[in-house]
């Protein structure tokens, strides 16, 4: 069965850079989360997108932005990276959006901030 | 507000030992719970939910889990524990009046000996 793709898997940046991470939800799931998970912590809520619009938001700093687009493909674009921004960013895709139906986790991208 | 706890940090069982993780919610409402795991530098695999119904429910690789809302608890448990059982375990709930994005407890690691 198809899953939650991320790119890239790992990625390293230098502060004060920029990233950009990707996320391809399951076919036909049209909402799709986006978390952080820090070393050792549990996965925190960034944000949510249900039909291309943001449907809730949670701690994403502001330098944080992200979007869903009309292939419900979503981006999580990170500016001025700081170390702390080290991380694992998991992608999640639901079928039904604002229910906390179950929600199917892509494999993520490691973040390292240098 | 919402919240999941999951008091046990840390636990070491025996090979073919029973299991059980535990793992306490605050929420208003009835709660969407889940239980994850997952393996180190790997993604979160849904191991099982409970929505309604039964409050007794069966997951996959042989766990289930119990949901008390008389004392907000949801454990899961295995009858016998195998060495590839080695993870962290997550407990969530679902805030469904909030775009259905999940809050996690702090996570349990498991290790087994052989």
Redesign the interface.
């Given at each position: 069965a198809a899953g939650v793709i991320q790119s890239p898997r790992h990625l390293i940046k230098e502060k004060r850079e920029t990233a950009t991470l990707k996320c391809y939800p399951i076919p036909r799931h049209d909402?799709v989360?986006w978390?952080q998970q820090g070393p050792g912590?549990?996965?925190?809520?960034l944000i949510?997108f249900?039909e291309k619009m943001q449907?809730?938001k949670?701690s994403i700093p502001d330098r944080f932005s992200a979007q869903q687009f009309s292939d419900y493909h979503s981006e999580l674009n990170m500016s001025s990276l700081e170390l702390g921004d080290s991380a694992l960013y998991?992608c999640?895709s639901?079928p039904?959006?604002?229910?906390?139906?179950?929600?199917?986790?892509?494999?993520?991208t490691?973040l390292t901030v240098t | 507000a919402q919240s999941v706890t999951q008091p046990d940090i840390h636990i070491t069982v025996s090979e073919g030992a029973s299991l059980e993780l535990r793992c306490n919610y605050s929420y208003g409402a009835t709660p969407?719970l889940?239980w994850?795991v997952q393996s180190p530098?790997?993604?979160?695999?849904?191991l099982l939910?409970y929505f309604s119904g039964d409050t007794l429910v069966q997951g996959i690789k042989g766990f289930e889990a119990e949901f008390k809302r008389s004392q907000s608890s949801f454990n899961l448990r295995k009858p016998s524990v195998h060495w590839s059982d080695a993870a962290e375990y997550?407990c969530a709930?679902?805030?469904?009046n909030?775009?259905?994005?999940?809050?996690?407890?702090?996570?349990t690691e498991l290790s087994v000996k052989p």
């Open positions: 909402t989360y978390y912590q549990d996965p925190q809520f949510s249900y449907s809730d949670g998991f999640a639901s039904i959006a604002g229910v906390s139906y179950e929600q199917y986790f892509g494999p993520g490691r | 969407y889940f994850y530098g790997q993604g979160l695999q849904l939910k997550f709930v679902g805030a469904n909030q775009g259905g994005k999940l809050i996690f407890g702090q996570g």
